[in-house]
């Protein structure tokens, strides 16, 4: 039901970043993925976005994808179907206004689910997507060199990994995503959208 990855013989893999948009991190993660010629995958909260309209404008603008990630950063499964569809459409709607389209993946916040999300995510065909670097913990701040190990490890042809660009102090996860990004793409990865990874499939 979550897709962690998508399996494709092509040497491409998919980064994406929670929680965003915020305004010192973002624009360093645009940095990086400028600077390697490479697309990144933001799944926004509707709040953050409306604190920072002109960051959501930028990412769409350098061709990165914008994700839906709810409203306000909910538990999904101790909300309401009625709750869940507002908290998944005012963000829609929002993202479509800034970005100039529809977002057409969603990541459940603290990836917290069941059976009523997963039927209403099915109805408004969104994809659910996780990560396979789970471990790496980013958001508990380990330090970088957990991030990043336990980051590569995960890594392999079609792999969607997972790190945050909001909430609290990210300088850990930027100093990661900076090795990462330059290993892999000395490695020869194409660093890509998950939509892009989904049409490779
Ligand atoms: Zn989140």
């Known amino acids: 039901m979550m897709i962690n990855e ?8 998919a980064i994406t970043f929670d929680d965003g948009p915020n305004p010192v991190y973002t624009p360093q993660v645009l940095e990086i993925f400028s600077e390697a010629k490479g697309k990144a995958t933001f799944f926004m909260i509707g709040e953050q976005m409306r604190n920072h309209p002109e960051i959501v ?8 994808e914008i994700g839906n990630h709810t409203f306000t ?13 507002t908290e998944i459409e005012q963000t829609e ?6 970005a100039g389209q529809k977002p057409v ?19 408004k065909e969104y994809p659910m997507i996780g990560a396979l670097n789970l471990e790496a913990q980013d958001w508990e ?10 980051s590569r490890e995960a890594v392999k042809n079609g792999s969607i990994l997972i ?29 890509v959208t998950v939509s892009e990874l989904l049409a490779r499939a």
Request: aromatic fraction near 8%; proline fraction near 5%; hydrophobic fraction near 35%.
């Open 57 to 64: 404008k930028q990412v769409a603008a350098e061709g990165h």
């Open 105 to 123: 993946i969603f990541r459940p916040p603290y990836l917290d689910y069941n059976q009523e999300t997963v039927t209403l995510l099915q109805n």
């Open 93 to 98: 709607k929002l993202i479509e206004e800034l």
């Open 163 to 191: 790190f945050h660009d909001g909430y609290g102090d990210r300088s850990q996860t930027i100093e990661a995503v900076r090795m990462l990004v330059s290993e892999l793409t000395l490695q020869g990865y194409k660093l």
């Open 73 to 85: 950063h909910p538990k999904l499964s101790q909300l309401s179907k009625a709750e869940c569809l």
């Open 6 to 13: 998508i399996p494709t013989s092509q040497r491409a893999i």
């Open 141 to 150: 701040q380990p330090g970088v060199e957990h991030i990043f190990e336990k």
